[in-house]
């Protein structure tokens, strides 16, 4: 089945540091990987939509210039948390399709939950 | 309000008992549901994919989908405590991968041996 990994799974960093998230499709060839972020018993909440190669998309409310997103190789896109706050702790879930895949054919990653200190 | 409502729990039931979990939208555009079940700590993992209205069923697992009442249910039989978890529902308007999927806030469940 299809794999995406996460690296790393746990970051405790202090507050005013950056911090970069991976996400790495192991098996396939993702040309689409989404950025979500869930707060303590809260839903997922789509943060951007990366495609490999092009800049990615942000949700409305998302500041793109705090939450850099890479997608340099269609099996790693990296989360980029820069000048991080104590209210940026949350886990971050990234999810990769294949590029002709259905809606129901997201992969999710195991997460990696970020706190800041 | 909220496009997908959930009713976040926790919901305790005995081991073998037949769980009822539910979601109610309001976007009538919806047309592709899901449920996720989720780990603690972990991503989520797709259980069940319907289209449009009707039921399927997956083993232990029966997904139903009411769009005339913007209603979709999972049902667990004979449920096992390897089925606690916190369980999603999500939904989207778009059938490709690309499309965004709106998600529940998710219910957590706790089977009792």
């Known amino acids: 089945g299809a794999v995406v990994s996460q690296h790393p799974s746990w970051v405790i960093c202090k507050s005013g540091t950056s911090v970069k998230i991976e996400c790495r499709s192991l098996?396939?060839?993702?040309?689409?990987m989404f950025w979500y972020r869930q707060f303590p018993k809260q839903s997922l909440m789509l943060m951007a939509t990366?495609?490999?190669?092009?800049?990615?998309?942000?949700e409305q409310g998302v500041e793109k210039d705090k939450f850099l997103i890479n997608h340099a190789s269609l099996t790693l896109s990296t989360l980029t948390v820069t000048s991080a706050h104590p209210e940026d702790s949350s886990f971050y879930i990234c999810?990769?399709?294949?590029?002709?895949?259905?809606?129901?054919?997201?992969?999710f990653g195991p997460g990696t939950r970020l706190t800041v200190l | 309000q909220k496009e997908v409502e959930q009713d976040p729990g926790p919901l305790s039931v005995p081991e073998g008992a037949i769980v009822s979990l539910n979601c109610t939208y309001s976007n009538s555009a919806f047309q592709y549901f899901m449920w996720y079940r989720q780990y603690s700590r972990k991503g989520p993992e797709l259980l069940m994919y319907?289209?449009?209205?009707g039921n399927k069923e997956d083993g232990r697992f029966t997904a139903q989908v009411d769009k005339s009442s913007k209603y979709i249910s999972l049902f667990i039989r004979d449920s096992q405590p390897s089925d606690s978890a916190t369980y999603l529902c999500a939904m989207s308007s778009g059938y490709s991968s690309a499309s965004k999927i709106i998600f529940g806030s998710g219910t957590r469940l706790s089977i009792r041996p």
């Open positions: 990366s495609n490999e190669g092009s800049k990615a998309t942000y």
């Open positions: 999810s990769a399709v294949l590029g002709t895949s259905a809606v129901n054919e997201q992969f």
């Open positions: 098996d396939f060839q993702a040309t689409t």
């Open positions: 319907t289209y449009s209205s």
